[in-house]
Nanobody, 118 residues
Framework: QVQLVESGGGLVQPGGSLRLSCAAS????????MGWYRQAPGKQRELVAA???????NYADSVKGRSTISRDNAKNTVYLQMNSLKPEDTAVYYC????????????WGQGTQVTVSS
C-alpha cells in the first residue's frame, strides 16, 4: 500500500517562499510521475507541477518561473519550492503519485494548507 506524507505548508506573506515536501512509502515502481495539485475554495483541483522519474517537468502557467519541482528518487520524495507567493496561491496542496506497476494507479496525500496573506 502506497502512502504519501506531506509537509511544509503554512501561512506566508505575499512575496514570501515555501517549500513543500512529500514522501512516498511503499512500492511506486521505477517509472512514475510525482506532482502537486492544489484546490482553492469553490474551485476545481488543478495541476501545479509534476516531475517524472526521469526528471521531465511540467508546470502550470500560473506558477511557471516562480516554482521549482524536484525529486529524490532514492527517497521517493518530491519537493515543490514556491517563491514570490501571491494571495491567489492560497489553496490546499495535494501530493500525487502516478504509478505504472500494474496499469495506471493514482495516489493522493492528505493535503497541506498554504495561505498567502499579510
Amino acid at each position: 500500500q502506497v502512502q504519501l506524507v506531506e509537509s511544509g505548508g503554512g501561512l506566508v506573506q505575499p512575496g514570501g517562499s515555501l517549500r513543500l515536501s512529500c514522501a512516498a512509502s511503499g512500492s511506486i515502481g521505477s517509472f512514475n510521475i510525482m506532482g502537486w495539485y492544489r484546490q482553492a475554495p469553490g474551485k476545481q483541483r488543478e495541476l501545479v507541477a509534476a516531475i517524472s522519474s526521469g526528471g521531465v517537468t511540467n508546470y502550470a502557467d500560473s506558477v511557471k518561473g516562480r516554482s521549482t519541482i524536484s525529486r529524490d528518487n532514492a527517497k521517493n520524495t518530491v519537493y515543490l519550492q514556491m517563491n514570490s507567493l501571491k494571495p491567489e496561491d492560497t489553496a490546499v496542496y495535494y501530493c500525487n503519485v502516478r504509478s505504472f506497476i500494474t496499469g495506471a494507479q493514482n495516489y493522493w496525500g492528505q493535503g497541506t494548507q498554504v495561505t498567502v496573506s499579510s
